[in-house]
């Protein structure tokens, strides 16, 4: 007997909901325009959209589309991956960046960082990464002297969001005129973290030297004087300041959410809310240790899972035979513990 051939007649389709087999090729979008986030909004991001460079006739370069805004949203297609500001991005649908018009992000280009926290340690939820800003070079740590004075705790942890990172870090001391700088910059030399003094109405010039033709985002427990720093160099960007409560020696939240402006002088600042806390339970020892290369070598006869704040660390012995500087142990160890919980204002 011959074996009975099949053809599709004898394939049997289930009718009603669910007969048609759901496909998952998606569109490529090719026509999609490129952006970049500028501000994120309740589910409505801001892109700005460059014109492409000018080609052909000066016909066609006047048919260039112009710089401009547009408002858009979140494709189905995307899911759940989040968008944030600094992300570059591709929009489809009405890109003219009319009043009462809405794009679509149909796609997010790779990053090239992802600034991130986690949780309040005080938070159920501890431990679930927050993503602050993507694709920033470099990460200004905004502390002002005095008024309210500097808390070292905040600044080790967002060191180590620096390092998670993998972008450069830049100490912004502000309130110069208040309280000398001397002591706070001796604690991070170690480290060769670089810093930039400025005072009220004092020069920014060094600043704009470590920011201009780069993508920073700017960090700093409120009553800093963030907001003013960021007016001060992007005259039109009109950030909300506010005064240190002079019971609790804090600032109150000026800045709601993370913005990206443009400095006259090329590059951007990326301003965020002020931050009372910056959980750190998803950085690993490894990523910190990594930032400290001379110790690297003499963590090599430490135990199994050893956190290198305990007896036992071969780091100790290491350091006294003289192959490291006593003072990047500390920094190293300060570091370190800055990701077990304790309190930021220490």
């Given at each position: 007997?011959?074996?009975r ?5 004898d394939v ?14 998606r ?7 490129g ?5 994120v909004d ?5 892109v700005?959209?460059e014109p492409?460079?000018?080609?052909g006739?000066?016909?066609?370069r ?6 401009r805004?547009v ?9 759940r991956k989040g968008?944030?500001?600094?992300d570059?991005?591709?929009?489809v ?5 009319r009043?009462?018009?809405l794009?679509?992000?149909v796609?997010?280009e ?7 926290r ?6 159920d939820?501890d ?7 993507a694709?920033?070079?470099?990460l200004?740590?905004?502390t ?5 004075p500097?808390?070292?705790?905040m600044?080790?942890?967002m060191?180590?969001?620096a390092?998670?990172?993998e972008?450069d ?9 208040l ?8 604690l ?5 973290v ?12 060094e600043?704009?030297?470590?920011l201009t033709?780069?993508?920073s985002?700017m ?8 907001s003013?720093l960021?007016?001060?160099l992007v005259?039109?960007?009109n950030?909300a300041?506010?005064q240190?409560?002079a019971v609790?020696?804090?600032?109150r ?5 993370a913005v ?5 002088e ?13 959980g750190l ?9 990594a930032?400290f290369?001379d110790?690297?070598?003499?963590t090599?006869e430490?135990p199994k899972?050893c ?11 290491w ?5 490291a500087d006593?003072a990047?142990?500390e920094?190293?160890?300060r570091?370190?513990?800055?990701r077990?919980?304790?309190p930021?204002?220490?």
């Amino acid at each position: 007997m011959r074996k009975r051939e099949y053809d599709e007649d004898d394939v049997r389709v289930r009718p009603g909901k669910g007969s048609r087999p759901r496909t998952r090729i998606r569109p490529a979008h090719e026509d999609a325009v490129g952006g970049f986030v500028v501000a994120v909004d309740r589910g409505r991001y801001t892109v700005l959209v460059e014109p492409e460079r000018p080609k052909g006739s000066a016909a066609k370069r006047r048919q260039q589309a112009q710089r401009r805004l547009v408002v858009a949203m979140k494709a189905r297609e995307l899911g759940r991956k989040g968008i944030v500001v600094g992300d570059r991005v591709a929009l489809v649908g009405d890109v003219s960046g009319r009043p009462d018009t809405l794009a679509r992000v149909v796609r997010v280009e790779p990053r090239s960082s992802m600034l991130r926290r986690s949780a309040d340690d005080t938070d159920d939820s501890d431990g679930i990464e927050r993503p602050v800003v993507a694709n920033a070079e470099q990460l200004v740590i905004v502390t002002a002297l005095a008024d309210p004075p500097p808390r070292p705790r905040m600044i080790d942890r967002m060191l180590v969001a620096a390092f998670d990172a993998e972008i450069d870090a830049l100490l912004c001391l502000t309130k110069s005129d208040l309280a000398p700088p001397g002591s706070l910059v001796a604690l991070y030399e170690p480290l060769g973290v670089e810093h930039v003094v400025v005072r009220k109405g004092g020069s920014l010039d060094e600043l704009r030297d470590h920011l201009t033709g780069r993508i920073s985002v700017m960090v700093g427990h409120s009553g800093v004087g963030k907001s003013t720093l960021v007016n001060a160099l992007v005259p039109d960007a009109n950030r909300a300041v506010s005064q240190v409560n002079a019971v609790t020696g804090r600032g109150r939240h000026t800045s709601s959410s993370a913005v990206a402006l443009e400095l006259p002088e090329g590059g951007w600042i990326i301003d965020t809310p002020g931050v009372r806390s910056f959980g750190l339970a998803h950085v690993s020892v490894e990523t910190v240790l990594a930032a400290f290369p001379d110790l690297v070598e003499g963590t090599v006869e430490c135990p199994k899972g050893c956190t290198h704040l305990g007896d036992g660390c071969a780091l100790d012995a290491w350091v006294a035979a003289g192959n490291a500087d006593p003072a990047r142990l500390e920094s190293l160890r300060r570091l370190l513990s800055s990701r077990d919980g304790a309190p930021d204002d220490l």
